[in-house]
């Protein structure tokens, strides 16, 4: 029986994740799921979309959601800068955008540094946490990004955007 560490099969293989910031928190996404790095422009907005969903671009034809995570995250109000990112993701065939504070680097982590995401109870929502990654002094929080992006509260689901 093969265990599992979070949601990531315990392989001998490492897993590469774009390290983020948001406030003073450093997260982690899946590398498969990036498409591109884009500075922050920008974007159209739509009436009557949820506050985290800023608006939208035209990304060389396609229309793409944005969404600023420090707003989703409720980690007060974001500014953008010069160092403030947009991470074009590729999640069921979509493309969607998602605002972050800064890019760090890739980070390789091997199963055995990556811890299951703990229990918050029904009060606060986690089931988009894949886990935490440790790396020397640092912490990432693991986000599954197709999970996140999906929920009906990121009003961003098939229905939603049709």
């Known amino acids: 029986m093969q ?13 590469e994740f774009l390290a983020f910031r948001l406030g ?4 982690g ?13 920008k974007v159209t907005c739509i009436a009557n979309a949820p506050g985290h969903l800023k608006g939208v671009v035209n990304l060389r034809g396609i229309i793409v ?8 995250f409720n980690l ?8 403030t990112v947009v991470i074009i993701l ?3 065939s979509r493309v969607m955008g998602m605002v972050v ?9 091997g199963p ?21 990654g440790t790396l020397e002094e640092r912490m990432l929080i693991l986000v599954d990004i197709d999970k996140l992006m999906s929920s009906d509260d990121m009003g961003l689901t098939s229905s939603t955007l049709q």
Do not use: H, W
């Open 3 to 15: 265990s599992t560490t979070g949601n990531f099969p315990a392989a001998a293989t490492a897993l």
């Open 24 to 27: 003073q928190e450093e997260y």
């Open 29 to 41: 996404v899946d590398i498969q799921k990036v498409q591109e790095l884009r500075r922050y422009e």
């Open 65 to 72: 959601p944005i969404v600023d995570m420090r707003i989703k």
């Open 76 to 83: 007060g109000t974001p500014t953008y800068d010069q160092f």
């Open 90 to 92: 590729n999640i069921a």
């Open 101 to 109: 504070d800064s890019v760090s680097d890739v980070i390789t982590l």
């Open 112 to 132: 055995e540094q990556i811890r299951p995401a703990p229990e918050m109870g029904a009060a606060l929502d986690t089931d988009y946490l894949t886990g935490l």
